[in-house]
């Protein structure tokens, strides 16, 4: 597990607990909630950008290479799907599903990973 | 749990049922988000164990692409309103619980004939058993925003 996967560790689970506690708490998504998950996109691009420079450096995939930016590009997709099905219904149940992202990504990160290395 | 007691409420039933038979709403938004989550990561790992490795294993693979078919098609059918829909969901989610219950169950007592992996293989356990409460959670949610009988 390198730096990129404590990132989104942290941020996700951070974005998971704000948008579970506001779902919990009867809330509509707002701009704290939905900016978590921004913060989670956020936290993917990080790991976007430095892994196409790690593989420019030179450094090698030892899993699928395929595999691993099908899920992070599938990750990055996950986010403002959460956001735009968030605005379409403004209730608390959008909370719960801006809270899935933030796991989810976790989930993919460590995924990814295990590809890696 | 507050069960829907149509004897009860005759009136709220009826004019809830009457404009919308929809299953898209508050709880079932978070259903629908988990269950496309699971509808791309199935189809995208029955994908590619079928163009790598299908050979290995066609059984477990094949029951991999078939996991996947029923996610989608019970994101699709539980997002969209009216009765067709809703006996598709149903038929989705009850082909979804006896897939995970028996692949579960095989996986179990003859892993010599299941030693592939699949979504539904142990009971779903490599994805935290969510498969297995997903289609629990499903039919209770199908129950009710059930049509009304005519």
Same mark, same amino acid.
């Given at each position: 597990m390198d730096a990129y996967f404590y990132i989104i560790l942290v941020?996700? /689970? $951070?974005?998971?607990? &704000?948008?579970?506690?506001?779902?919990?708490?009867?809330?509509?998504?707002?701009?704290?909630?939905?900016?978590?998950?921004?913060?989670?996109?956020?936290? /993917? $691009?990080?790991?976007? &950008?430095?892994?196409i420079v790690r593989v420019i450096a030179g450094e090698p995939i030892a899993g699928e290479a395929w595999e691993f930016w099908g899920y992070l590009a599938t990750a990055m997709l996950l986010p403002p799907a959460a956001v735009y099905w968030s605005i379409l219904e403004r209730t608390r149940w959008s909370n719960f599903v801006l809270a899935a992202v933030g796991v989810t990504a976790l989930v993919m990160a460590a995924r990814m990973n295990q590809i890696w290395y | 749990m507050k069960a829907p007691r149509s004897g009860a409420t005759p009136a709220k039933a009826e004019g809830k049922a009457g404009v919308k038979d929809t299953r898209n709403t508050g709880p079932g938004r978070l259903l629908i988000a988990v269950y496309a989550v699971f509808a791309i990561s199935a189809t995208a790992r029955a994908g590619y164990q079928i163009l790598t490795k299908f050979s290995e294993a066609p059984l477990a693979y094949l029951l991999s692409a078939i996991a996947a078919l029923v996610y989608v098609v019970a994101t699709v059918s539980l997002a969209k309103p009216g009765r067709t829909w809703f006996r598709i969901s149903l038929a989705a989610v009850l082909v979804e619980l006896v897939g995970v219950l028996v692949v579960g169950a095989l996986s179990v007592f003859d892993p010599v004939a299941f030693p592939h992996e699949t979504v539904w293989s142990l009971f779903g356990r490599g994805y935290a058993f969510i498969p297995l409460l997903l289609p629990v959670l499903g039919l209770v949610w199908l129950y009710r925003r059930r049509p009304r009988l005519q």
């Open positions: 941020v996700g /689970l $951070l974005s998971s607990g &704000v948008c579970l506690g506001a779902g919990i708490l009867k809330k509509a998504p707002n701009d704290f909630t939905i900016l978590s998950v921004a913060a989670v996109e956020l936290a /993917l $691009l990080v790991y976007l &950008v430095g892994s | -």
